[in-house]
């Protein structure tokens, strides 16, 4: 019987057979032969994933000067039933991935229909013919408790899988270069070591040509621009390595108005990756404390951010919502820490404030599960068996993305005390954390089991018509600044709801306006970090 794998829109494609693999074989030896004619390099991008996916198409779209395409670009992605559909559809020109810039799209059907320099494919062998291979492949950090980053592991698997088969077909001229988040000391002291011994079983002697290399890809409405126009950092295990991928970035990148920094060793690149997100984790951990201060004192943490970061060395701050998600912010701390105890071997413990950051930012979300309890509280309601709305299931704004977002938390401990929940996501088609919650984001790695009563959340599907979702809800939780959720009108909301409802803003969403109106209608209101709502609140009472 054959498998399938289904594109989030439902469509079904058929798992490939033995025999298509052969077949696939001479289609790319026949498409590679006619493009190397024509001067091009073949650029094999592995993984077809948020990053590479991108990627590839940034690649396939660069030109010399004369304006001539200069690579062709093979992506490659594995034939399991979760990701297959990839590739069918990337090679009828359509974007794997959903984000709110329009590029994305554009760029991908220019490359497959007009300039056809773009492929995806799903066999290994496809790596014999690339003069280059981009690893865009993930490196997840299991955690194996909620809040306690350091009881956790580095799951190196799909990278050092794909580091094998990489080493067991490439030309000893090819140069690998990787792009995944690492653990510091990855490239040099676990892919180095595979890839020569991979080609040492093949007889051949040379030094591998390796580098690392950086994605700091931000999926949203500047997603290709933060691929192709944005500096990069990168270096080589050796001068030849090196050599070669500054040559590299500079021919796909826009390396003129943001040229690259060059670093001495491939730990220093991985590492430099680490510390940026690490950097970034804790400055939005540290205002965590400051949100529950604000809460509890009256004081609107949003507008005393915006009166800091008017000052330019401060203009960086940022208010960190409902938790903070996203791929690499909370797993990228964990691989540095497990980096140091087990690919550099110390026994020692150096990281205070690096762990301490991704465990506040981690379970900052179960807050919300609070504050929408105590606003049902305050208007009579109990939680359990209310109805609570949760608008935006993606970790940030304007992407369908909902890898660890806060959303899902909130849902979860919610669910756990008795709501009833439903959702809202204009970009987000399936939260496979609740449909498939036994395989996301791996087997037995559900979020679900740190918290009782969840089966039912299996059937958690995502609303797209907001009137819809509204209607008689109890609750409604603003949880992700999406472009959609700016400009709801309170009188609207109230009137979907059929009546007063429980408002809780967890990321300065709603203007004092808003939070005034939301009084005036009967509803209540909380935030994160928002203190100055009792004020607003007395105000409209005392008006009355
Ligand atoms: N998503 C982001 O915003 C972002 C930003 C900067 C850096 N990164 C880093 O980039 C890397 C990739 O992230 P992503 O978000 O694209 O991950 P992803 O999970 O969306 O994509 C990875 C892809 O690789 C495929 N894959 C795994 N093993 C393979 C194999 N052996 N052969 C072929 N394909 C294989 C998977 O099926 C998947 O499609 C990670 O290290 C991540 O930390 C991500």
Known sequence: MSKYSISPTGEKFPLPEQ????????RLEEVVKNQRASGREIVLVMGLGFVGAVMAAVVADATDEKGNPTKFVIGMQRPSTRSFWKIPLLNRGISPVSSEDPKVPLLIDRCVNEKRTLTATFIYDALKLADVVVVDVQCDYLKESLGNVRNGHADMEALEESLEIIGQNISPRTLVLIETTVAPGTTEQVAYPIIKKMLRKRGIESEPLLAHSYERVMPGRNYVASIRDFWRVCSGVNDESTQKVVKFLNEVLNTEKFPLTVLDRPIESETAKIVENSFRATILAFLDEWSHFSEQNGVDLIKVINAIKVRP???NM?????????????????LGLWA????????????KITPLAVDINDTRSLHVAQLTRDALRNMGRPIASAEILVLGASYREDVG????????LIVRRLTEMGAELRVHDPYVLHWWEFEKQDEYPASSHSLKRFFRGQEKLKDLRVEQDLKKALHGADAVIFAVRHKHYLSLDPDEIVKYANGPIAVIDCFGILDDEKIKRYFQLGCEVKGLGRGHVKRIKDRVREAK
Do not use: V
């Open 19 to 26: 025999e298509d693999y052969s077949r696939e074989f001479k």
């Open 313 to 315: 060395t401060h203009s």
């Open 318 to 334: 940022i208010f960190p919502g409902p938790g903070i998600g996203g791929y690499c912010l909370p797993k990228d701390g964990g």
């Open 340 to 351: 140091y105890r087990h690919i550099h071997g110390f026994e020692d413990d150096i990281f």
């Open 401 to 408: 993305d909902t890898r660890y977002s806060g959303s899902e």
